[in-house]
């Protein structure tokens, strides 16, 4: 092979290790762009959850005996975007229907989880519960994630340990 072939096939070699070079680093650039955009959209803070949300909450609770009581419950939550949240619902506990009133705070991290903390207050039917001047009061932790842009929480009780519950909120429309 002569010379000049031998150079000109050296220059395409380095070209095309260069341009191979450039390629694969312009795709990482691309790529951790997309994966800081992705962990972006992500981040959630309390803000997240403002407005009015509709619960659903089923479970059961453990007896001192070893048994299970099983329970349902419905309840509006309205929550103002700050770390705080109110609301009223009625509660199926064996069969026993009790109102119920609802405040609790809330924490929201950047992973879009969430911790509920409240006091559930009725004037009767509330199993292992502390009386207090407001009737019946029992506090709840919850843990849940945010998913839907902030329109559905799905959360897992955390305590007290003798109550088993899953509950599911879900962002109610108002028409303005």
């Not at 619960?55 to 309205?78: C, D, K, M, Y």
């Not at 009133?101 to 559930?120: Q, R, W």
Request: aromatic share 6%; proline share 2%; net charge negative.
């Amino acid at each position: 092979m002569s010379r000049q072939k031998q150079v000109s096939s050296l220059v395409t070699k380095r070209v095309l290790i260069a341009t191979l070079f450039f390629i694969t680093i312009t795709l990482g650039v691309v790529g951790l762009n997309a994966n800081v955009k992705a962990q972006e959209r992500a981040s959630c803070t309390n803000a997240i959850l403002a407005g009015l949300y509709g619960v659903q909450a089923s479970g059961f609770r453990l007896t001192s005996e070893g048994g299970n009581i099983p329970f349902g419950a419905i309840n509006l939550r309205n929550f103002d975007g700050n770390g705080n949240y109110s609301g009223r619902g009625i509660t199926n506990v064996s069969g026993d229907f009790t109102e119920t009133n609802i405040s609790g705070t809330y924490t929201v991290e950047p992973d879009c989880s969430v911790e509920l903390n409240d006091a559930t207050s009725s004037t009767e039917g509330v199993v292992d519960a502390t009386s207090s001047a407001e009737g019946v009061v029992r506090n709840f932790s919850q843990f849940g994630t945010i998913v839907d842009s902030g329109r559905e929480i799905l959360t897992l009780q955390t305590s007290p340990s003798d109550n088993v519950q899953t509950s599911i909120f879900k962002k109610v429309d108002v028409a303005k």
